[in-house]
Antibody
């Protein structure tokens, strides 16, 4: 069974860069699309973007200027960098695998709460 | 950008009752580019339905989906205690991938 686990700091200061890593176990990085999705406390879901196993990326236009997603196939990981954060970036961040066969976000990490505060 | 509007915001029902959740798109998302997720408190969302009407692996047949174009429906034929949760629709017709605001199904 594929499992995803987010890791990274739970507290980031305003204007700094939020950096998270998702480690994939129980399956290969290829040939899937690996996504980051976030959810502010008590609110809905926002798709941030994806990387393919080969490193092709695509971002939500609303965040594109601040987001970088990268993949490390050797370690079965992919990462999120979100720069110049503000309190509005406080959220639970999920990593997830998009599966073409079922046309959906089939596997999810448990999520990690990142708070932006000084 | 396509906007997905879910209604009602909250649905108060009793176990055994039928739940009908609506997801309306601001423009057509085609016949199949619509997915449903279930989220319980403190948990990640779980894939329920894809291509509007196909159940994901392990999803019981009391869940069904229908619709095309701009109007989609998720139906739970008889609510079980574990079905009380928040449900989100999501389209993948084009970028960005967008989620609806969610419908909370709560115990009456």
């Amino acid at each position: 069974q594929v499992q995803l686990q987010e890791s990274g700091p739970g507290l980031v200061r305003p204007s700094e860069t939020l950096s998270l890593t998702c480690t994939v176990s129980g399956g290969s990085i290829s040939p899937f699309y690996w996504n980051w999705i976030r959810q502010p406390p008590g609110k809905g879901l926002e798709w941030i973007g994806f990387t393919s196993y080969s490193g092709h990326t695509f971002y939500n236009p609303s965040l594109k200027s601040r987001v970088t997603i990268s993949v490390d196939t050797n370690n079965n990981q992919f990462s999120l960098n979100l720069k110049s954060v503000t309190a509005a970036d406080t959220a639970v961040y999920y990593c997830s695998r998009w599966t073409e066969d079922c046309q959906g976000f089939e596997f999810w990490g448990q999520g990690i709460l990142v708070t932006v505060s000084s | 950008e396509i906007v997905l509007t879910q209604s009602p915001g909250t649905l108060s029902l009793s176990p055994g009752e039928r739940a009908t959740l609506s997801c309306r798109a601001s423009q057509s998302v085609g016949s199949k580019y619509l997915t449903w997720y279930q989220q319980k408190p403190g948990q990640a969302p779980r894939l329920l339905m894809y291509s509007a009407s196909s159940r994901a692996t392990g999803i019981p047949d009391r869940f069904s989906g229908s619709g095309s174009g701009t109007d989609f429906t998720l139906t739970i034929s008889r609510l079980e205690p574990e079905d009380f949760a928040v449900y989100y629709c999501q389209h993948y017709h084009n970028s960005p991938l967008i989620f609806g605001g969610g419908t909370k199904v709560e115990i009456k």
